[in-house]
């Protein structure tokens, strides 16, 4: 059983930062590939970064710069570090494993476990 449980999540204002948290088990983070995802109202989901079990990162085109994914395999968490928010920011984000991104698909494939997602609000 594959178990992300995302925290982390708030209102902030423009410009602000918030980092996001996905626990999970060791097994998983030295295993699985893991990625975050995220979602607005109305949108479809989007790719954000990914992070490999040797450590090698992958960010969305569109989104790299002010995302920075990491993990801690003694904590058992995956985190996104977001910078610089902005209104447009504002999504649900989901911690995922076994994105197809790293085996060759795309980011609108999707990933084969999801976290239940928490809100970040930006205004």
């Known amino acids: 059983h594959v178990q992300l449980v995302e925290s982390g999540g708030g209102s902030v204002q423009a410009g602000g930062s918030l980092t996001l948290f996905c626990d999970t088990s060791?097994?998983?983070?030295?295993?699985?590939?893991m990625a975050w995802f995220r979602q607005s109202p109305g949108k479809e989901r989007e790719g954000i970064a990914s992070i490999n079990n040797e450590g090698i990162t992958n960010y969305a085109d569109s989104l790299e710069g002010r995302f920075t994914i990491s993990q801690d395999n003694v904590k058992k968490t995956l985190t996104l570090q977001i910078d610089n928010l902005q209104p447009e920011d504002t999504a649900a984000y989901y911690c995922?494993?076994?994105?197809?991104?790293?085996?060759?698909?795309?980011?609108?494939?999707?990933?084969?476990?999801w976290g239940q997602g928490t809100q970040v609000t930006v205004s």
């Open positions: 995922a494993a076994e994105p197809l991104v790293c085996y060759g698909g795309t980011w609108s494939e999707g990933a084969a476990y």
């Open positions: 060791e097994f998983i983070l030295a295993t699985y590939c």
